[in-house]
Structures are given as C-alpha cells and as structure tokens.
C-alpha cells in the first residue's frame, strides 16, 4: 500500500491528538473536547504514552487511522506551520483534519481497487476517481473545507461496490449458515465457519467468535471488529480490511492476514490454541 495512505506521525502535528473529541469509556480513561489537546500529547507532537496506550485506558487511540490525513494538512495544506506557533490557523486545521482523512480513506480503498487483479475491467475508473480525489486533497484549505464529502462518497461506493462484486463473483450465490442479518453480528458463534466470499460490509461483528474462520476474499469495509476473536482465522484476499480494524480485534499468531497488513503487538501476547 502507498505510504502516504499510512499514518506518519512524525509529520504530524498531533492532530487526531488535538482535534478529535472522545468520551470516556471502555476505549478512552477520560473525556476530552475537540479542539482540547489531549492531555498525554507532548510538546514535539508526540504521545507520551505511546508504548502504554491499552495499558493506561486508551485503547480507543491504538484502533485510528488517519490515513495519511494527518501529515498531509500539516505539511502540505499548512505548508508545516503548527497550530501552537500559528494559533489563528488552529480552528481551520482542526476542522480541515476530518474532511481530509475521509478523503484520504477512499484513496486508501480506490488503490487497493485499482491493483487487484479481478477489477481490471475497470481500472480506468479506479485510476480517474485517485486522480480526482488526490487533487481534491491538494487544494487550499479554504476549499478543502467547502468538499461535500457525501457526495463524493456516494460516487465512489458504487465503484467499491463493483470491485466487491468482482473479488467475490465465485461466491457471489453462495449461501452462508449465519443467523440473523448479516449486518449484525455482535457476539455470533462462528468458530471454523466457511465465510469465504462473504459481503460483509458495515457488518457489526463486536465480540464475535470466528476462531478458525475462512474468511477469504470478504469484503470486509466499514465492519466493526472490536475484540472479534480472530485467532487462527483466514482472511487471506479479503479486502478494504484496514489495519485499525485488525488492531480492534483480538487474535493470535496463527491468524492469517492480507500481506499490506500487521499483527498488532498485543496479539503476539497470545499463544496459539
């Protein structure tokens, strides 16, 4: 996957830190208003607790994403000027931030598109809709604010739904013994179940079992995988699988992942069954 479509938070200014707001919660040890650094950002940018996130109640921080939104406002759209040296540039950073990192997670999903070898039929779209967002993302933040990211979305779904339909088109009839709607999974028991295929966007697999699961070439965008157990399970092919997913989950060494992907440390701490 390109770098730029991966968080670098050395480039950054702290900004999903500063401008996001968060409550507290299983995922968060305190509330926080957006605009409000949080307050275990450092002066250089940095998180001070960084190694210690889950340990310290901030596990909510070690499953975001930014795609690559947080380097590209700081360095290209504010040209490295940070919001505490420039303080009347804050509010417009700020409010900038989430309509950029939505903008950057459809170039994440349209590249990964683009080189699949199942949607060349329709690469010439993938390559015109990056081009049109990436520029999209190069303009100046007076415009950047002004994105109708809806609209955008809407265009850009029906060509992930296409690449969905074409990963997926061997098992496009195939029928799965999953109870209840598909798009909500919380708790379900699907230990070894053959999920190959499955479209399962948006779906809601919160503590879901799917130990031993085969879960290759699954359209797996937007599904809400906190602490689903993944160990030992197959998601090999799957795709629009991020890695902020994959850190929300749990699993082991055993669990198979995409290549672009990583087992998150915590996992690591877990022998295989």
């Known amino acids: 996957m390109n770098s730029s479509l991966q968080a670098d938070c050395a480039r950054c200014f702290g900004l999903c830190c500063v401008a996001l707001p968060y409550a507290i919660s299983a995922d968060f040890a305190v509330d926080k208003d957006g605009g409000t650094p949080c307050r275990n950002l450092q002066d250089d940018f940095r998180c001070g607790i ?15 994403e930014c795609f690559g939104a947080g380097q590209k406002v700081s360095r290209n759209t504010f040209s490295g000027m940070d919001w505490k040296t420039h303080p009347g540039l804050a509010k417009d950073m700020f409010d900038i931030f989430p309509i950029m990192q939505q903008l950057q997670e459809m170039l994440y999903y349209l590249t990964e598109a683009v080189n699949l070898n199942e949607t060349k039929a329709i690469h010439q779209a993938l390559e015109v809709a990056i081009d049109e967002i990436e520029k999209l993302t190069q303009r100046r933040a007076s415009e950047i604010k002004q994105t109708n990211v809806s609209d955008i979305r809407m265009k850009i779904n029906e060509l992930l739904i296409r690449t969905s339909e074409l990963v997926r088109a061997e098992f496009i009839h195939k029928k799965y013994q999953i ?62 699988l991020t890695q902020a997913q994959v850190n929300s989950a749990k699993g082991n060494a055993d669990t198979k992942l995409p290549v672009s992907l990583n087992h998150p440390n915590h996992w690591l701490k877990v022998k295989a069954k």
């Open 50 to 64: 960084h190694q210690h996130l889950r340990d310290k109640g901030f596990k909510g921080c070690t499953v975001y």
């Open 179 to 240: 109870k209840g709607k598909a798009s909500d999974l919380i708790g379900a028991k699907l230990q070894k179940a053959d999920l190959r295929g499955a479209k399962l966007r948006g779906a809601l697999l919160i503590a879901a079992d799917l130990k031993n699961a085969d879960l290759r070439k699954c359209d797996l965008i937007g599904a809400d995988l906190r602490d689903a157990d993944l160990s030992g399970a197959d998601l090999r092919g799957s795709i629009f």
